[in-house]
């Protein structure tokens, strides 16, 4: 089906939310912006809410007996979270930061460049929990509890690091 195909709902939601862009600009002309990154900041908190809940959720199924019951509701929590949450959040996030750069003639910034770094990062880190997710799902995961704690720290990290850079913009 149509729309199971992750490539297919990708391509319809960047869509959606371009067209959201044009008629936010159309409609607001210059306080456009402000929205816009107001929308930006709602995508990064579902993002993040999701990167740092999803490692929590692999430590609780890395005690869970493959087969039980606990495993398989583990499964299917932690597939929502990606595809509900994650996956989407994320695509706005970037599409409306792209934007925002562009908008707000930040592209040749020193801040932006080093911010863009660390979202390259995260959104790495973002596709290795999606391959964990896929190995959790074939009850082949080998990575043990006590390292997916220290992996939570990750996206932490990351993210303050990222809201520094942007909010005070040191270089
Ligand atoms: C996905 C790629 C991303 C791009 C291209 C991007 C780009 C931008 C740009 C250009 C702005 C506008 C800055 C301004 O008007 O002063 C902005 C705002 C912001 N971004 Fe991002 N961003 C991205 C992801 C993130 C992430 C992952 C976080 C946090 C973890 C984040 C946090 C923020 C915050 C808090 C603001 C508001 C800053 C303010 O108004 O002072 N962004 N972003």
């Given at each position: 089906?149509?729309?199971?195909?992750?490539?297919?709902?990708?391509?319809?939601?960047?869509?959606?939310?371009?067209?959201?862009?044009?008629?936010?600009?159309?409609?607001?002309?210059?306080?456009?912006?402000?929205?816009?990154?107001?929308?930006?900041?709602?995508?990064?908190?579902?993002?993040?809410?999701?990167?740092?809940?999803?490692?929590?959720?692999?430590?609780?199924?890395?005690?869970?007996?493959?087969?039980?019951?606990?495993?398989?509701?583990?499964?299917?929590?932690?597939?929502?979270?990606?595809?509900?949450?994650?996956?989407?959040?994320?695509?706005?996030?970037?599409?409306?930061?792209?934007?925002?750069?562009?908008?707000g003639g930040y592209l040749m910034a020193g801040?932006?460049?080093?911010?863009?770094?660390?979202?390259?990062?995260?959104?790495?880190?973002?596709?290795?929990?999606?391959?964990?997710?896929?190995?959790?799902?074939?009850?082949?995961?080998?990575?043990p509890a006590r390292r997916w704690r220290l992996?939570?720290?990750?996206?932490?990290?990351?993210?303050?690091?990222?809201?520094?850079?942007?909010?005070?913009?040191?270089?």
């Open positions: 089906m149509n729309g199971e195909n992750p490539a297919v709902r990708a391509a319809v939601a960047i869509g959606l939310t371009v067209l959201g862009i044009a008629a936010l600009i159309l409609l607001l002309g210059d306080a456009a912006y402000m929205w816009i990154k107001a929308v930006h900041v709602v995508a990064i908190i579902s993002w993040m809410a999701g990167m740092l809940y999803l490692p929590r959720l692999f430590v609780y199924h890395c005690d869970a007996k493959p087969g039980s019951e606990l495993s398989e509701t583990l499964k299917v929590m932690e597939r929502r979270l990606l595809r509900v949450i994650i996956n989407p959040a994320m695509g706005l996030a970037w599409v409306l930061g792209l934007w925002l750069a562009w908008r801040w932006f460049h080093a911010k863009l770094a660390l979202v390259i990062l995260l959104s790495g880190f973002h596709g290795y929990l999606s391959a964990a997710l896929r190995r959790f799902a074939e009850d082949a995961n080998q990575v992996l939570n720290e990750v996206p932490a990290l990351l993210m303050i690091g990222i809201v520094v850079l942007v909010i005070v913009k040191p270089f």
